[in-house]
């Protein structure tokens, strides 16, 4: 663990400076994978929280990615509240959600917490198709078209989109590294690497562990909300679904967990992956994009399992004494 | 002062630790000692919290701490050490103790720094920024032991410390002990090695089959019929 100041980082100002001009160079469905990138990315920030940092493997994030979803678009069509601050409602909501899930899921270890995330995920699916009046059921939810609204920020050009999203992104990068370098993320690395040791040195485990798990919820519902805006439409079966869990799951593994930059990169790599396969593959056969993708995971966990960061920052890295 | 007063711990049908009373005054050094099974270090166990007791109290300094959460008791000033050691493998040796002292201070920069100072007191100090997984057992006992001397507890108790230890090794981590009783930190320890045991405890506690079966000084404890009986057999000599 190596301690740094996100704001004195020379790679990170040059990220910040040439993010912001992306959508000068880069037009129509490049620049729609640069906004699904961010995206992905974004959820998967939310996840590397709980289950990287706080090594608790959740499979129910896209719960908060379905309540940050929803609030949206309900607090806009049921109740005409702007969309930005339906985002702020999401993000609330996910983390007083989070925080009472997290109550008793997170008084379990191991695969145990696992299958509990993973029914709260299926729970919610259910219940959003069950109460159709305010959900639309499992039709789901679109929002009417409007030209250039900013209440319900919707535009008819890609790059207000692009912009929201790399807000979003740059908060999730910049909670990631200070939870990385603060005595919470001690505390959380503690946790992860043995739970009985970290209680008897008195970390108050359900404490940070549901500390964990809000900041999670709420980076994830963020997402979920950037998708409901981007996408217009939204149905459980897409936004809560179990797929979506993994994805995010998949995303911050094959990036690097606990890396600056690994579930941008992870996002940077699979998302592109997943649009050339589908568009070279999918014409061909149903299900072959689904192979080839298989078979690309398949060798990125072979010989990147610690994530593909992780090979940069190995063969870039000042290397670091270890005397034994 | 750790008081401890008709304290037992069930599993079902098995007594694990049966009515134990046991007083430990501060900077005062006790030997837990007894055959495999006797429930050491389940008592133990119930001293931190990590078992919860069926019956009796556990008080420290007049408060009462029985069956309250282990980051509570650990936070009252009892820190411990496990049989099997459990070191946070991927932090470094610094970190490892600087976790120790997170509960008391928020300040990961005070922290690191007051780490520095007890890994140079327990030797690790050449050792700051290896991983602790690349330790070897020995060093990540004694690293185990800065961890829970970090914050300078009221009691620290020792599960096996020395298990596996060369002769060189033990009398490094009895100077240790001995450093902490000197700085009126009590000291239970849990040994199977009767040489180390024996010429550091002021007081000898004997379990057996949970039950107490002796307690006092050593030279009075390695003359006990009961205790050699039960746990030291007939041919120990101290």
Same mark, same amino acid.
């Given at each position: 663990?190596?301690?740094?100041?996100?704001?004195?980082?020379?790679?990170?100002?040059?990220? @910040?400076?040439? =993010?912001?001009?992306?959508?000068?160079?880069?037009? =129509?469905?490049?620049?729609?994978?640069?906004?699904?990138?961010?995206? +992905?990315?974004?959820?998967?920030?939310? +996840?590397?929280?709980?289950?990287?940092?706080?090594?608790?493997?959740?499979?129910?994030?896209?719960?908060?990615?379905?309540? =940050?979803?929803?609030?949206?678009?309900?607090? &806009?069509?049921?109740?005409?509240?702007?969309?930005?601050?339906?985002?702020?409602?999401?993000?609330?909501?996910?983390?007083?959600?989070?925080?009472?899930?997290?109550?008793?899921?997170?008084?379990?270890? $191991?695969?145990?917490?696992?299958?509990?995330?993973?029914?709260?995920?299926?729970?919610?699916?259910?219940?959003?198709?069950?109460?159709? $009046?305010?959900?639309?059921?499992?039709?789901?939810?679109?929002?009417?078209?409007?030209?250039?609204?900013?209440?319900?920020?919707?535009?008819?050009?890609?790059?207000?989109?692009?912009?929201?999203?790399?807000?979003?992104?740059?908060?999730?990068?910049?909670?990631?590294?200070?939870?990385?370098?603060?005595?919470?993320?001690?505390?959380?690395?503690?946790?992860?690497?043995?739970?009985?040791?970290?209680?008897?040195?008195?970390?108050?485990?359900?404490?940070?562990?549901?500390?964990?798990?809000?900041?999670?919820?709420?980076?994830?519902?963020?997402?979920?909300?950037? &998708?409901?805006?981007?996408?217009?439409?939204?149905?459980?079966?897409?936004?809560? $679904?179990?797929?979506?869990?993994?994805?995010? @799951?998949?995303?911050?593994?094959?990036?690097?967990?606990?890396?600056? +930059?690994?579930?941008?990169?992870?996002?940077?790599?699979?998302?592109?992956?997943?649009?050339?396969?589908?568009?070279?593959?999918?014409?061909?056969?149903?299900?072959?994009?689904? @192979?080839?993708?298989?078979?690309?995971?398949?060798?990125?966990?072979?010989?990147?399992?610690?994530?593909?960061?992780?090979?940069?920052?190995?063969?870039?890295?000042?290397?670091?004494?270890?005397?034994? | 002062?750790?008081?401890?007063?008709?304290?037992?711990?069930?599993?079902?049908?098995?007594?694990?630790?049966?009515?134990?009373?046991?007083?430990?005054?501060?900077?005062?050094?006790?030997?837990?000692?007894?055959?495999?099974?006797?429930?050491?270090?389940?008592?133990?166990? !119930?001293?931190?919290?990590?078992?919860?007791?069926?019956?009796?109290?556990?008080?420290?300094?007049?408060?009462?701490?029985?069956?309250?959460?282990?980051?509570?008791?650990?936070?009252?000033?009892?820190?411990?050490?496990?049989?099997?050691?459990?070191?946070?493998?991927?932090?470094?040796?610094?970190?490892?103790?600087? !976790?120790?002292?997170?509960?008391?201070?928020?300040?990961?920069?005070?922290?690191?720094? /007051?780490?520095?100072?007890?890994?140079?007191?327990?030797?690790?100090?050449?050792?700051?920024?290896?991983?602790? /997984?690349?330790?070897?057992?020995?060093?990540?006992?004694?690293?185990?032991?800065?961890?829970? %001397?970090?914050?300078?507890?009221?009691?620290?108790?020792?599960?096996?410390?020395?298990?596996? !230890?060369?002769? %060189?090794?033990?009398?490094?981590?009895?100077?240790?002990?001995?450093?902490?009783?000197?700085?009126?930190?009590?000291?239970?320890?849990?040994?199977?090695?009767?040489?180390?045991?024996?010429?550091?405890?002021?007081?000898?506690?004997?379990?057996?089959?949970?039950? /107490?079966?002796?307690?006092?000084?050593?030279?009075?404890?390695?003359?006990?019929?009961?205790?050699?009986?039960? %746990?030291?057999?007939?041919?120990?000599?101290?």
């Amino acid at each position: 663990m190596i301690r740094e100041n996100i704001l004195k980082d020379r790679t990170f100002l040059i990220f @910040l400076i040439l =993010g912001l001009m992306v959508p000068f160079f880069i037009k =129509g469905y490049a620049l729609k994978v640069a906004i699904m990138i961010i995206l +992905w990315g974004i959820a998967a920030y939310g +996840w590397d929280v709980i289950s990287g940092h706080g090594g608790q493997l959740s499979l129910g994030q896209a719960a908060f990615f379905a309540i =940050g979803a929803y609030s949206v678009n309900i607090a &806009y069509l049921s109740f005409g509240i702007p969309s930005l601050i339906g985002i702020i409602i999401g993000i609330v909501f996910s983390a007083i959600i989070a925080l009472a899930i997290g109550l008793v899921v997170l008084r379990l270890r $191991g695969p145990y917490f696992t299958l509990c995330t993973l029914a709260v995920g299926e729970i919610l699916r259910t219940l959003l198709i069950y109460f159709k $009046g305010f959900t639309g059921g499992a039709v789901g939810l679109s929002f009417p078209y409007q030209e250039h609204s900013f209440i319900s920020m919707q535009y008819t050009y890609d790059y207000p989109y692009y912009y929201l999203g790399f807000v979003m992104l740059i908060i999730a990068i910049i909670t990631s590294t200070v939870i990385k370098n603060s005595s919470f993320g001690l505390k959380l690395a503690a946790i992860r690497n043995d739970c009985d040791a970290a209680e008897s040195v008195g970390i108050n485990l359900m404490m940070t562990k549901s500390k964990a798990f809000i900041i999670a919820a709420m980076i994830t519902s963020m997402s979920g909300s950037f &998708y409901a805006i981007f996408m217009n439409y939204i149905d459980p079966g897409t936004v809560c $679904g179990f797929g979506l869990s993994v994805q995010i @799951l998949l995303i911050a593994l094959v990036g690097g967990r606990r890396t600056k +930059w690994g579930p941008l990169l992870g996002a940077a790599i699979l998302i592109p992956i997943t649009e050339l396969t589908n568009a070279y593959f999918g014409h061909i056969r149903s299900g072959l994009p689904m @192979l080839v993708y298989s078979i690309i995971l398949i060798f990125v966990v072979l010989y990147a399992s610690e994530g593909i960061v992780n090979i940069f920052s190995k063969r870039f890295a000042k290397p670091i004494k270890e005397e034994i | 002062m750790l008081e401890l007063k008709n304290v037992t711990k069930r599993f079902g049908g098995l007594v694990a630790v049966n009515n134990v009373d046991l007083l430990i005054k501060p900077g005062e050094i006790v030997g837990l000692i007894g055959p495999n099974g006797a429930g050491k270090t389940t008592l133990v166990n !119930c001293i931190s919290g990590f078992h919860k007791i069926d019956s009796g109290t556990i008080k420290l300094n007049e408060n009462d701490i029985t069956n309250k959460s282990v980051d509570f008791i650990s936070n009252q000033g009892i820190r411990r050490t496990f049989q099997i050691e459990k070191s946070f493998k991927e932090l470094t040796v610094l970190e490892n103790i600087a !976790c120790g002292l997170i509960s008391k201070n928020k300040h990961l920069k005070e922290n690191m720094d /007051k780490a520095k100072e007890v890994a140079e007191l327990f030797g690790l100090n050449n050792q700051n920024n290896v991983s602790a /997984k690349n330790l070897t057992i020995q060093t990540r006992k004694r690293l185990e032991l800065a961890r829970a %001397y970090a914050i300078h507890p009221r009691i620290i108790i020792l599960d096996e410390v020395m298990a596996g !230890c060369t002769d %060189y090794e033990i009398d490094e981590v009895l100077e240790i002990i001995k450093r902490m009783a000197s700085e009126s930190i009590s000291v239970i320890i849990i040994e199977h090695i009767m040489k180390a045991i024996m010429s550091i405890s002021e007081k000898i506690v004997v379990l057996n089959e949970g039950k /107490k079966i002796a307690e006092g000084l050593p030279s009075e404890i390695s003359n006990n019929p009961r205790v050699i009986e039960a %746990y030291l057999g007939e041919e120990l000599v101290v």
